[in-house]
């Protein structure tokens, strides 16, 4: 299994990094270069350091390394932000008028549909138990505190999308169908 998307051929890089930008490229020079330094190095610290263009699905999702680990750190760190800084020009949260535990919620399914794209089959089986546990819980709260208050979001879903997510997670890691 690839974790680490510097094993990658750097033609296979490029097409991932082409595919992650593609959201982004009406931003300034300056929150592309950002992007492009952060999914290169992955180190979160200094991605949120700059102060350019802090996205939820850019910091979580776009670093280098996928293991889940490396995943808890980027989530606390990007979410440790956003709580002290919301609405500053750096927040990049997408639906900012909805309420936060939606917010939060919504970033993991966006994880879900990368499938195939960015992540190896067996880091989506790993992350969607850690997120959503053994058993089907409606009213879950996410794992650890996050901000300064430790806010601890309910992983709000209905039954229907915790079967999509899972179906998007495994489907390919049961059946043994290899991606590129």
Known sequence: ?????????PEYREKRYQHIIRPYESENTESLESIRKYFETGDIEQYIAEEVLICPYVAIFYPPIHDLEHFKVRVKAVWDWLLSNLGRPADARDRKHEPLNYQFSIVFEGLFGQHGQLFPDDFFVEVFFWLYGEKYDPTREFQFGLGSEKWLPKMDFGIDLFFNQLNYGIKDHLFGLEKD
């Open 1 to 9: 299994m690839i974790n680490n998307i510097r094993e990658l051929t």
